[in-house]
């Protein structure tokens, strides 16, 4: 019996041994991939159709996120509103998003009510037809929200960071306006549907209490679409990334603002590079949790931000190490000093094992979280298929955070935390 009198003993996170859940993988006769992850015990299922149509394929700004976001605003059966009530009626929830090189269709819903749900999301992707008033109420709705929000400073301060990194005409710097919003035509949404849903890239993630049939309903509902593999390297399309020449800039968008987000950011290699995961480590110490050495000194020390960051991106081409905060605009030039210098203290002195242990904690403890559950499994695959990648980088991460010591964490603060090489962006 327990003797619940004595508390057990603590167990760093360290000490787990992780492992990553495997997927079962089938092809749809289409040659479309499905990863099907059988987790859980709740009749609960996820179901992420995932295409290369984000806003790297687009030759017009815009058309890509639009052409996502109204993909179930209609089909020549059924309108909006028909739509949206049939996924209600089932209690589920599908969902669309759009990023740089992919976008997402996501179905969560129970698993009895899967067949019913999947002729739904084959009918959009056969038959969505972008209604003219639907397209005119997405722009009004989109103008109005940007209109909003380039009030806010930390608005601002994000999207222009981005252009500085990559250049103004790269997908991953490339920025909206009002009269990108009013261009965006029909037609144009129309040909990119077919060409990027009808007869995409495409693979399917399936999470959850898997039911039995379910990659039955999946070949009935998707196998024979015109849909394609997505490994096709000759579909890749890589741009040009050009960088600002200034690397200071301080902008002044709201007179009366008593608040100044502040971006410091530099290009830095995508997930590929043999530095990237020994970086996660040194960014954890210098920014990336709620007790690293920029949260301790900025927000503990100073009271000058009620919090700061810093992460690498998710960049498929390229990622970027980037800090972000928001202080007040008088103290906003003390603020950006006090980051430097944390990057000069990790340049010229060794990080302690006490505190290298307190990060490697939390990175096991993130990762630990990111596995609980059938959902988050689908997320970490996603994350690591998507980007070229398999088990082999999941398990070297776990290592390197484990490893990694404070001469080699030194090496790459001198490599990488130099403050020239940093974009600086002010917005007031």
């Known amino acids: 019996m327990v003797n619940r009198t004595i508390a057990p003993k ?40 995932v295409f290369y149509a984000g806003n790297c394929y687009e030759e017009k700004n815009l058309v890509a996120a639009a052409a996502n976001s109204l993909i179930k605003n209609g089909t020549s059966k059924h309108n909006a509103f028909a739509i949206n009530e049939h996924f209600e009626y089932y209690g589920s929830y599908f969902n669309r998003s759009s990023n740089h090189e992919t976008a997402d269709l996501t179905l969560h819903c129970l698993s009895k009510h899967v067949s019913e749900l999947l002729p739904m999301v084959s009918e959009i992707l056969t038959d969505s037809v972008y209604p003219e008033e639907e397209l005119s109420i997405y722009k009004k709705n989109k103008q109005q929200h940007l209109q909003v929000s380039l009030k806010k400073s930390e608005f601002v301060a994000s999207r222009l960071i981005d252009a500085y990194l990559f250049g103004k005409e790269h997908p991953y710097g490339r920025y909206s306006s009002l009269e990108d919003y009013a261009g965006l035509e029909r037609r144009e949404l129309q040909d990119y549907y077919r060409k990027y849903y009808q007869q995409g890239r495409c693979l399917i993630f399936v999470a959850g209490k898997l039911p039995p049939g379910i990659l039955e309903e999946l070949e009935k509902n998707f196998g024979s679409l015109p849909l394609r593999p997505h490994q096709d390297e000759a579909a890749v399309i890589n741009h040009p990334i050009v960088p600002a020449t ?106 302690e094992e006490e ?44 290592r390197v955070a484990k490893t990694i010591g404070p001469a080699e964490l030194q090496e790459l603060a001198n490599k990488y935390l130099v403050a020239e090489d940093f974009f600086e962006l002010t917005v007031i």
């Open 10 to 49: 603590i167990k760093d996170a360290v000490e787990f041994e992780l492992k990553l859940p495997p997927y079962r993988k089938h092809t749809l006769r289409n040659g479309v991939e499905v990863f099907a992850i059988d987790l859980g015990s709740l009749d609960t299922l996820m179901i992420n159709w």
């Open 246 to 351: 200034q690397k200071k800039y301080t902008i002044q968008n709201d007179p009366n603002g008593v608040q100044g987000s502040i971006r410091i950011a530099r290009n830095f290699p995508n997930r590929h590079h043999p530095d990237f995961q020994k970086m996660q480590v040194l960014n954890n110490v210098f920014g990336g949790f709620f007790g690293s050495r920029l949260m301790d000194n900025i927000r503990e020390d100073k009271g000058y931000t009620y919090g700061i960051y810093s992460y690498l991106m998710n960049g498929k081409q390229e990622s970027a190490l980037m800090i972000s905060t928001e202080a007040g605009k008088e103290v906003a030039p003390a603020t950006i000093e006090e980051v430097y210098k944390e990057m000069q203290l990790l340049r010229e002195e060794p990080i």
């Open 355 to 398: 505190e290298l242990q307190m990060a490697r904690n939390y990175m096991i403890g993130t990762i630990l979280g990111d596995l609980d559950g059938p959902f988050q499994v689908a997320g970490r695959w996603k994350n690591l298929l998507l980007n070229g990648l398999d088990e082999r980088y999941f398990y070297e991460s776990i």
